[in-house]
């Protein structure tokens, strides 16, 4: 069954970069099209970035031209390279096929807490 390792996080300065990876196990990793999401308290968990060949990249509004995800099919792993980060974006960063975030009752792992603050 789906098992997802997030890290990476931290906390960084505005302007600042960080780069998350997501370690999947118990799928074909290949066959599914993954996505980073991210929650801030308060507010609803949100998609920020899916990807499903390594050519088919889409971003969220407030993540284009910052972030970029990309996954490495041989090492069951997920990215997403974040640049010139705003203090909106600190949240809780999780990925996931978007099989599974679209379930009725979806897996997801720890997460990984991206704080943003000078």
């Known amino acids: 069954q789906l098992q997802v390792v997030e890290s990476g996080g931290g906390l960084v300065q505005p302007g600042g970069s960080l780069r998350l990876s997501c370690v999947v196990s118990g799928i074909e990793f290949s066959a599914y099209a993954m996505g980073w999401y991210r929650q801030s308290p308060g507010k609803q968990r949100e998609l920020v970035a899916r990807?499903?060949?390594?050519?088919?990249?889409t971003y969220t509004d407030s993540a284009k031209g910052r972030f970029i995800i990309s996954r490495d099919n041989t090492k069951n792993t997920v990215y997403l390279q974040m640049n010139s980060l705003k203090p909106e974006d600190t949240a809780l960063y999780y990925c996931n096929t978007l099989t599974m975030a679209d379930s009725p009752d979806p897996y997801w792992g720890q997460g990984t807490q991206v704080t943003v603050s000078s």
């Open positions: 990807i499903a060949g390594p050519r088919f990249p």
